[in-house]
Structure formats: structure tokens, C-alpha cells
């Protein structure tokens, strides 16, 4: 499995960007989706997981401002950002996991810088 993340860039407080995760290889609409982000000096953080049927979870911080979705048929991930913060800033990750045997297999992409600054 390999996930490539893109549309990170800069943008004014209280902007809008779209991350998108594109999976490839032996991908399953059943596999959960999310996206995850590090910000310096801070340890990694669960932003918003999608799973099978479509259920999303959301970190405190993000919710009613970000949107997490997905295509199945395209087995990519998007990551609606909006009203972005100062604190928003970080390295975002998007990341697979799947279930084999009862033993989760996580898989993680490069990374997309996301940088809210005026």
C-alpha cells in the first residue's frame, strides 16, 4: 500500500485548503482513512478518521471546521479544511489500516506541510 498526500500550502487565518490522499495498491473500501498532523516541538495528533459506512471522528479542536471524506472508487481521502488557525499549523499525514487477522496494519503517507500565517 502506498499513500501520496498532497495540497498543503500556505494560507491566511481564517482560510481554506483541501488535502487529498490518494491510496494505491491493495486497497479496500473497508480499510479506515484519516489524516493525522504534527506540529513542532508536539506529538503526533488523530485529526479525523473515516471508516467503513462512513463514520468520521474528529478531534476536538477541528470539528465544525474540518470535513474528512472519501471516494471509494478513486480510494482517496480528502481532508476539507476551512476557518484555518494559527494553530493549525503542522505536518499532515495521511494514513490507511488495515485489518488482517485481527492485526491492524497502519500505513502512513509523506507528509504535506499546512502552514496558517498573515
Known amino acids: 500500500v502506498q499513500l501520496q498526500a498532497s495540497g498543503g500550502g500556505l494560507v491566511q487565518p481564517g482560510g481554506s485548503l483541501r488535502l487529498s490522499c490518494a491510496a494505491s495498491g491493495s486497497v479496500s473500501r473497508f480499510n479506515g482513512m484519516g489524516w493525522y498532523r504534527q506540529a513542532p516541538g508536539k506529538q503526533r495528533e488523530m485529526v479525523a478518521v473515516?471508516?467503513?459506512?462512513?463514520?468520521?471522528n474528529y478531534v476536538d479542536s477541528v470539528k465544525g471546521r474540518f470535513t474528512i471524506s472519501r471516494d471509494n472508487a478513486k480510494n482517496t481521502v480528502y481532508l476539507q479544511m476551512n476557518t484555518l488557525k494559527p494553530e493549525d499549523t503542522a505536518v499532515y499525514y495521511c494514513?490507511?489500516?488495515?485489518?488482517?487477522?485481527?492485526?491492524?496494519?497502519?500505513?502512513w503517507g509523506q507528509g504535506t506541510q499546512v502552514t496558517v500565517s498573515s
Open positions: 494514513t490507511l489500516r488495515q485489518m488482517r487477522d485481527g492485526v491492524a496494519h497502519d500505513y
Open positions: 473515516i471508516i467503513s459506512g462512513g463514520r468520521t
